[in-house]
């Protein structure tokens, strides 16, 4: 089994084969990639068969920012139509006990077209892997998680992720309802990363009714629709009108100023969020002179992406954090991720645990 399978965005393929490469080759793996545009995944094939298991165990998959999913996987071809099953129960023969069966299929159009079968075909198989063995007729924690990509009828990718280092979500998608109520659809961005990146036991006390916000670029308030639903108090910086309903709710103050020169009076604020339309660079240094000044505590904010080079324009704002805060000794931690409600941007999350006192005093 030698061959790592990431699941991304569609038109996204060149950005996730980039990203893989760097990471494996910093923790000392070679292969090379497969990808073709708009296929909506990529494989990175070791060239010693036993690296794609130890690269899912040693890459963080926190750190992977255009990767929706990844499994160790091998690829079956020409599966013979009248018995699959067969087929990926002999591939899945030596694989370590499973938790769960993951019957899935790239996010393409191509691929959708694929989810009916692969829903009928799922409890068939799972059976037959129970009887092996294989997977395990109720979930249990800390087990790996089976995964069978289709990409035709009779052609799929069958591997194992590591629960502990994986997306918990179906194809690594969080499914979110857009409510109607909601002054735009950009609203989802901000509710998919709330729950992609704080920890669900921990969500009740870091994301709490009566928190004070700062929405930058908040004009119509989509994002700031998100923070008043969880019960805070929002400053929306926008030049722009504000939709009236969140207005009347009393938990919203409207500054008509620029997102990029207005600070906090005081240094009371637990989020930070920004989805504004500008240079990632220029919206990166924003954030670091917010943290650096201990305007906020949690950021989460876009980066719009350029239409070149989108992968080594992400790392190097991600770099630029880094490099800021570990230079003023800030104790912090820090995600990205392309989500599923993203488009050309992805989402960047800043939790800053410790600030010298000493840097704004």
């Known amino acids: 089994m030698s061959s790592v399978v990431i699941y991304c965005r569609s038109g996204f393929e060149s950005d996730a084969a980039a990203e893989i490469t760097f990471h494996a080759a910093e923790q000392g793996f070679a292969g090379y990639v497969k990808a073709k545009p708009n296929t909506g995944y990529v494989v990175y094939e070791c060239f010693e068969a036993h690296h794609s298991d130890e690269i899912i165990k040693k890459v963080d998959f926190k750190n992977m920012v255009f990767a929706r999913q990844w499994f160790a996987g091998t690829l079956l071809e020409n599966m013979p139509v009248e018995d699959r099953v067969s087929a990926v129960v002999e591939a899945a023969k030596d694989f370590t006990l499973c938790s769960e069966l993951r019957v899935e299929t790239p996010d393409t159009n191509e691929g959708k077209e694929l989810l009916t079968f692969c829903k009928k075909i799922s409890t068939p198989l799972k059976k037959a892997l129970e009887k092996q063995n294989t997977v395990l007729r109720e979930p249990k924690a800390n087990r790996p998680v089976m995964h069978v990509m289709f990409l035709t009828n009779n052609t799929a990718y069958v591997g194992y ?3 502990f280092n994986n997306s918990p979500f179906f194809m690594g998608i969080l499914r979110l309802r857009m409510p109607s109520d909601a002054p735009s659809r950009s609203t989802l961005k901000l509710d998919e990363a709330f729950n992609v990146f704080i920890p669900e036991q ?3 006390l ?8 700062v929405d930058l670029g908040a004009c119509p308030g989509g994002w700031t629709y998100q923070l008043v639903r969880r ?5 929306a910086i926008d030049n722009g009108p504000m939709n009236d309903d969140l207005m009347q709710t009393g938990q919203v103050k409207h500054f008509r100023a620029d997102g990029f020169k207005y600070r906090p009076e005081k240094r009371n604020i637990t989020w930070l969020v920004c989805d504004m339309v500008e240079k990632p660079t220029k919206v990166t240094t924003l954030m670091i002179d917010w943290a650096v000044n201990a305007y906020a505590k949690e950021f989460i904010f876009n980066l719009k992406l350029p239409m070149k080079k989108r992968f080594d324009s992400v790392y190097e704002c991600l770099s630029m954090i880094r ?10 931690e820090l995600q990205a991720k392309h989500l599923y409600h993203d488009r050309e941007e992805i989402t960047v999350h800043l939790n800053v645990t410790k600030v010298p006192q000493n840097l704004y005093s």
Do not use: D, P
């Open 161 to 163: 992720s590591y629960s």
């Open 202 to 204: 921990q969500r009740e």
């Open 206 to 213: 870091r994301v709490a009714a009566g928190m004070r916000s």
């Open 231 to 235: 019960g805070m108090f929002v400053s």
């Open 323 to 332: 490099k800021e805060l570990e230079k003023h000794s800030i104790n912090y």
